[in-house]
């Protein structure tokens, strides 16, 4: 704050409705006119009319946006990342043979020791596949947050591992990232975790990367292990992250071309929920003491002297970044899910689709908020309601159904006769 001359930030919605500050849930002071940037305008006026102007030039001032503004940039002087299995086991999940290797990226921290950064990656494959099998990457938690949110929220977990065998069944494998590996999810934390190894632990600048980002570089150093994996078919991997994660996953989707389809669950703001929509969550709670820390520095100004209008950017376009390449968003219901504004997300993705349609592909399909449980995955972009909670477990089946259009379960080797 000192660095940007703020005094104050603006103060964040409050998730107790009897609050004077409570989080608006009324769709009539949801700010209707958004005024959404334009993905196809160049800043000098100048409309994006071919594929060869979004890639040259509209593409390159997007990322730069969000570069400097939002997430922050990735330092060109990260170290090096050294893979090894740490173990590998044969098991069976419902009534598949599977192997499970333990995975481990150390990053070579001999520059400053005193940070270390060891990835953690768990690699399940079908162990009678015919040949390397399409993987689903999650976010997913650590065994220790996983075990006191378990407890704290039992509802929210409960079929939170059926996607599993939903991914199995159809001759896939999954992984399972632990971001907060990379970069721990507190403020503390910057001074630690990759962040922390590249900055030798020195504060940040304004344009340096947040746990976000960060999060979403140890993913693609996930699937610069599964290059390396035989039974990895390594062209068709898709990412899957939900609320927190869910950011981090379609950041990873925009920023790396590799990942072949993704299902962003409960994003809500600083994901693909539009910061300049009134509902939920809002910047002054990703700015605030909590949160800061996914971001870039001079995202905080937004919520200082700048407001969510200032933005030269907004989640439409992260969305767009991804483009062509399919992109699922799933949420709950607005009453149990309206924190992450469900509608909020829907509408990015509409407002995504015209770079969709520039590059010869489909967008959402709609600019209607559609029916709860109604699912929209005729396009190129998809999107579904389910009426529970926080979870993304009632929209695996659906985002499968999605996915199965681009993903190809592995053919049986060909027989040659004599």
């Known amino acids: 704050m000192n660095l940007l001359h703020i005094t104050s930030l603006q103060r964040g919605a409050d998730g107790d409705p009897e609050s004077p500050n409570a989080a608006n849930y009324d769709e009539s002071k949801a700010n209707p006119h958004l005024n959404l940037p334009d993905p196809l305008r160049l800043k000098n006026g100048k409309k994006v009319t071919t ?11 997007i990322v730069e946006d969000f570069d400097r503004e939002i997430y922050g940039r990735v330092p060109k002087n990260i170290p090096p990342v050294t893979w090894r299995v740490v173990s590998s086991t044969r098991e069976t999940r419902g009534d598949v043979p599977v192997i499970m290797n333990q995975v481990l990226g150390h990053v070579d921290n001999s520059a400053f020791p005193s940070a270390t950064v060891d ?103 996930a699937l610069d292990y599964l290059e390396t994996d035989k039974t990895v078919d390594a062209k068709q991997v898709g990412i899957e992250g939900h609320s927190r994660y869910g950011k981090a996953a379609l950041i990873a989707m925009a920023y790396d071309a590799r990942f072949a389809v993704a299902y962003i669950s409960s994003s809500g703001e600083a994901g693909a929920k539009l910061f300049r929509r009134n509902f939920g969550e809002q910047i002054g709670n990703i700015a605030g003491t909590g949160e800061y820390h996914w971001m870039a ?40 899910d309206g924190w992450v504004d469900p509608k909020g997300m829907f509408l990015a993705e509409a407002a995504a689709g015209p770079v969709y349609d520039l590059l010869g592909k489909k967008g959402v399909g709609s600019s209607e908020f559609p029916p709860m449980g ?18 993304p477990a009632p929209n695996w089946s659906t985002f499968l159904k999605f996915a199965s259009r681009y993903i190809k379960e592995p053919a049986a080797p060909s027989v040659q006769r004599r």
């Open 51 to 61: 594929r060869d102007m979004w890639w040259s030039e509209r593409r390159p001032e």
């Open 119 to 221: 990835i953690e990656l768990t690699l399940t494959t079908p162990a009678n596949a015919p040949g390397p099998v399409p993987v689903m990457m999650e976010f997913g938690l650590s065994a220790q947050m996983r075990a006191v949110l378990e407890k704290r929220y039992p509802a929210l977990f409960a079929g939170a591992e059926q996607w599993k065998q939903q991914v199995l069944a159809k001759g896939w494998g999954y992984a399972v990232y632990i971001p907060t590996t990379v970069q721990p999810d507190n403020g503390e934390g910057l001074a630690e975790g990759v962040i922390g190894l590249v900055n030798h632990g020195q504060p940040r600048g304004l344009d340096d990367w947040g746990a976000l980002r960060a999060w979403a570089w140890g993913a693609s150093r």
């Open 297 to 336: 520095g001079n995202f905080l100004k937004y919520a200082g002297p700048l407001t969510e209008s200032d933005l030269p950017v907004d989640a439409h376009e992260l969305i767009a970044l991804c483009a062509p390449r399919p992109v699922f968003l799933g949420a709950g219901s607005t009453k149990e």
């Open 374 to 391: 109604a699912a929209l995955i005729d396009g190129d972009l998809g999107f579904r309601q389910h009426d529970d909670g926080h979870t």
